[in-house]
């Protein structure tokens, strides 16, 4: 079940180092969250997330691999799910995150699930934070093509652990004023004590603008465990 996450480990070296020096930052997001969640509201989980990206050109993580990359990932999570003789990969399902300022609670996102079958739709919002964040630079894996990870750039992998609560309606604005709006179709897989998480995305500054973009510019191809 691990031989996948084995197969990144190893055209990743660069995890290995990152998952062990998240261990401190785990103990004390754990702490952090026996201390979030109010009364009468839901205990805060804590996250630890391993992403594949590269930098912008203002220096900033911009997650995301080459439509090979991410073909190749999927093609191994196919195979490692079969062989494990567990439950399949999820449908793509679509997904819209919706990020503002709540009075009184913090930034939050908003996520909105569609349900096309039952024309029913399922939202909650959560408020992150961020504990822990390591960059790790390395080159394109061996093997890679020109056109991999990230166009040729040297690939960034990120990790970071946060603590994620639940907030509930009543403590919400009724009216709300989005600074960002992200479109994601998601594709997960459960192998042993992992998730991945494959996923195509398109963002903006509103939900109008995201909408454009998936339907004029190329979908990000994001990989997370």
């Not at 709540?102 to 096309?116: F, I, L, S, T």
């Not at 020109?146 to 403590?171: D, K, N």
């Not at 192998?191 to 339907?215: C, I, M, P």
């Amino acid at each position: 079940m691990t031989s996948v996450l084995d197969d990144i480990k190893a055209k990743y070296p660069v995890i290995r180092g990152v998952m062990d020096a998240a261990t401190a930052a785990v103990i004390k997001a754990q702490e952090l969250a026996a201390t979030q969640g109010p009364l009468g509201q839901p205990p805060a989980e804590v996250e630890v997330e391993v992403r594949f990206g590269s930098r912008d050109t203002r220096g900033r993580f911009a997650p995301g691999l080459s439509e090979t990359d991410f073909s190749a990932v999927m093609t191994s999570l196919d195979a490692a799910s079969a062989a494990a003789g567990g439950a399949p990969a999820s449908d793509w399902r679509e997904q819209h995150d919706f990020f503002y300022a709540a009075p009184g609670v913090g930034n939050v996102r908003q996520e909105v699930r569609p349900d096309v079958g039952t024309m029913m739709v399922d939202s909650r919002t959560t408020l992150k934070t961020r504990i822990h964040c390591i960059d790790a630079a390395q080159p394109a894996p061996t093997g890679s093509t020109a056109a991999t990870v990230c166009e040729g750039q040297r690939g960034v992998v990120r990790l970071s652990v946060s603590t994620e609560v639940v907030i509930q309606r009543e403590r919400l604005p009724s009216v709300v004023n989005p600074v960002f709006c992200r479109i994601k179709q998601r594709r997960s897989y459960n192998l042993g004590h992992y998730r991945f998480d494959l996923t195509r995305s398109w963002s903006g500054v509103s939900k109008t603008d995201a909408e454009r973009q998936q339907n004029s510019e190329p979908h990000v191809f994001e990989v997370e465990i």
